[in-house]
């Protein structure tokens, strides 16, 4: 054994060597335009499909018993009086619209897990990509969640039972166009 020799496996394998070198290149010169790909970076367009609030089983009953949900009704969404918005109850094609909305409003939150590119390089493009579609996807699945009984069938009727507990509405202000276009939520709560 004194005249072995000890290689590492980078060594004995130069071909490996220029692999990582090469993917490592392709992912430095690349990652811009993969991050760019990301379901995160197209645009949300989507058809009107949500229901209008005065549509939603239980909100005549409503506006009877509270005289000032009626109020604040006219005031935001009476059409005659020439308001710009309209109340909404989303539907499952509203969802990319209302997470591009959420979205934009805990920016601030996702920064602060992002790298800085001067730093990190390469690896900093990736990662913000990867944070970005993560924090996107657990936007949508938060959505999804929360607006599960309502797309289903949305009605403003306390349910019954144990999903009693639970009830809540969610509603989206839009700006009133006609037809069927594309939506931007201006706010939803």
Known sequence: MAGAQCTTGRASRPWAVALGALLWLLAYESAPALISR??????????RR????????????????SPVFRE?????????GGSVFELLVPEEPDVQSLADLVDGGFERMVQDRKAEGEQWGPVAGLWNGW???????????AL???LARFLAGPSLQRPQGAGAEEWNLSVMLVPQRSGPQAIEPAAYF
């Open 131 to 141: 944070v970005t579609w993560s924090e996107r996807q657990l936007t949508l699945g």
């Open 144 to 146: 999804r969640r929360r």
């Open 38 to 47: 990301l379901p995160v970076a197209r645009e949300a367009v989507s058809v």
């Open 50 to 65: 949500a229901i209008p609030l005065s549509q939603v089983p239980g909100t005549q009953e409503l506006m009877d018993l």
């Open 72 to 80: 604040k009704w006219q005031a935001v969404c009476d059409n005659d």
